[in-house]
């Protein structure tokens, strides 16, 4: 069970679940109890999850630029479960072209980063009960500036503000919505860019993240799973960052200057 917080009868619907992040958050909500709606486009991928991790799982093959599929998930988790207490808006696209991507690939990305999420919220609320919650995944991508990238920091950017107008607005109905923004955690992309290698992605992510490592999907399906539970019954609207401590360093990475001027000083360049 995930650090003694439980979900026990709860039901929730990860989306973009089949893999990387969102499996291990649908995997770290089962561990809590929660029995889970895993959503994505690859069947192989989501029928094999389901298999994996029991008989509290189900998958639907969900296109969530389709509104159609969305309603087809909500109607397969009342139809398989009974009920639905949660809901993670964890899926994305990453691809991102900068100053250079096009009018279709900017409403590409904002239409599944945060359209999807929006609709989504919109079309289960109904069935939420008073203590249901929403969880969006946004990133520290959507607080700082990044060369080179502008749609993926604008989606989410814009996934944290909706956070808070949606906490606003389903406050009297008793649903809290949160947000969880990660840094840097080991994943397939992750994993891509190091060669597979998690102790250089450390290596290099430890100048970025004050606890010297990048962080792991189990540790970020810990605080979704917190955030839905019970002990968590006083917080909504606000964004918590899950990103070892890369949100408190500024541009000078937490060092002072004397170290920056000394380490110039000692660079025979």
Known sequence: ???????????????????GLGA???????EAGASVMLLGRSRAAGEALAAELGARARFTETDLELDAQIDRCIEASLRDFGRIDLLVNNACLYADRGLESSREEWLKTLNVNLVSAAIFAQKVVPHLPRGGVIVNLG???GKFGAAGRALYPASKAALLQLTKSLAVTLAPQGIRVVAVSPAWTWSPA???MSGGSREAADRVGAHFHPL???????EIAQAVAFLCSDAASWITGVDIPVDGGFSILGPDQGISPRTWFERLAGDPA
């Open 1 to 19: 069970m995930s650090a003694g917080v439980s979900l026990d009868g709860k039901v929730a619907i990860v989306t973009g679940s089949t893999q």
């Open 24 to 30: 291990d958050i649908a995997r770290g909500l089962i």
């Open 139 to 141: 990133s520290t991508g």
């Open 190 to 192: 992750v994993a891509a």
């Open 212 to 218: 010297g490592r990048v962080g792991s999907g189990a």
